[in-house]
């Protein structure tokens, strides 16, 4: 497993309110008590701003330290040959908790989660906040270091600020076969 990952540090946001993530991953490693950032973002040596998503104990955990945000799914993802489609969508200014994020796998919206709290009304989760280390796999640690690397292969990581996108504008289902594909060239 590699060590590497790529980062920008974000500026001002379009909307600090609402962003998305798509990407599709393969995973190399499983296991219990193992954990691969596939996306993340922090403050640089700061210990208590923190935002990600990963594959935790084979379950999608998306975390936001500072908002008391946990998303674990029941489902667990052990194909190492399968390509998943990540959907993350968040959108705080929501007043239902359960619209403020969303994940979608593959499509379908996941609704099945062994812990769901949500964040509060109109929170700013550390995607959205300039200045932040925003990382493409990997996640950043307590220390504001990065960790945890992603095992695997990532692709057509879309990161969408200031707006909350559906599955459907990254993939859609082929009719002959009935898998989900990749839409190459999202708008």
């Not at 309110?17 to 599709?24: A, F, L």
């Not at 964040?119 to 307590?142: D, I, M």
């Not at 990161?159 to 996108?165: E, L, N, Q, V």
Request: with cysteine; hydrophobic share 30%; glycine share 10%.
């Amino acid at each position: 497993m590699a060590s590497t990952y790529i980062y920008r540090t974000l500026g001002t946001p379009t909307n600090a309110y609402k962003g998305t993530v798509s990407h599709w991953v393969k995973r190399s490693g499983i296991g219990a008590s193992t954990e691969f950032g596939s996306f993340g973002a922090w403050a640089n040596g700061v210990s208590s701003t923190r935002s990600h998503c990963n594959f935790y104990d084979d379950t999608i955990y998306f975390y936001s330290q500072q908002h008391s945000t946990v998303l674990q799914t029941n489902r667990k993802f052990r194909d190492t040959n399968a390509w998943y489609h990540v959907v993350i969508a968040w959108d705080t200014t929501q007043s239902t908790a359960s619209d403020r994020v969303k994940i979608y796998i593959n499509g379908v919206q996941e609704t099945s989660f062994s812990t769901a709290n949500y964040p509060a009304q109109n929170s700013v989760l550390e995607f959205n906040t300039s200045g932040r280390r925003f990382a493409v796999g990997c996640l950043g640690s307590g220390s504001g270091s990065a960790y945890a690397f992603w095992d695997g292969s990532i692709s057509h990581f879309h990161f969408c600020d200031g707006y909350a996108y559906s599955a459907s504008d990254f993939g859609s289902t082929d009719s002959t076969t009935g898998e989900w594909k990749i839409n190459t060239s999202p708008s």
